[in-house]
């Protein structure tokens, strides 16, 4: 196991925790932090798990798809054309 | 945003969200293929405004009843796709005059037009559509068909 040095800081009623840039963590990755006997334990989730964020945005496009069901069997090209008509004159 | 971003035609947004529409397992698969590759999709406040035109037509012309509810639902559902993101067109007047070039340069409609300059300006590479409008610009090299 490695061991990294991280500093902290104060942002107005929050404390910035900073990280080597070596490491290659992004912003926005989601941490969990466990309070332990000797302090806090911080875990951030990395490419490990990157392959199960995937999955689960696939199925999320999956599951947010369609749901409009007043559709007319126009094509796209018939679509625009319509729009252009409408928009336009 | 370069590389890893794809601007996506109303035509697109529409048949993910009618379910029974002709393309509408087409634009699901092209969702997915972009979160596949990383690519993040992108849209514009002119794409929201085409989509919920045409659908709002849709509905109006089946009466549909409570329609407004459902497509306000529909487009919630499209901006939670994963990573998908707003852009604009500039702000600055003289940007503004940049379309007509483009309507010369490539026949665009000046709403097509107005897609190319938010496209360019964000530094847009791709673009997915299910119409062959931006074939002039694919041509030229000016975007990359998705």
Redesign the interface.
Known sequence: METYTASTFTLGTSTVLTLPKGLGIKSGVKTKIKRVKSGLNIQLKTSPEKDGG?AV??A???K??????????F???Q??D???K???G | MGNSACYLDS?IC???????????DK??EI??NL??RHIAPIISPLVLD?TT???L???R??K?FN?IS??K??IK??L????LRLINPPLENQKQLKIFEFMEKFKL?P?DAYHLLTMKVNHVKYFA?????FEAVFSKGILQKL
């Open positions: 995937l945005d696939l999320l496009i999956k947010l798809a369609g749901g409009i069901k007043f559709s007319s069997n094509t796209p090209k679509i625009n319509i729009y252009d409408e928009v336009y | 035509n529409i048949a993910y969200l009618q379910e029974p529409h002709v393309f509408h634009a699901v969702f997915i979160r596949k085409e035109h045409i659908i037509r849709d509905a012309i089946k549909k329609h459902k497509i639902n529909g559902k499209l939670s796709i994963p990573f409609k709403r559509s299910f119409d062959d409008d």
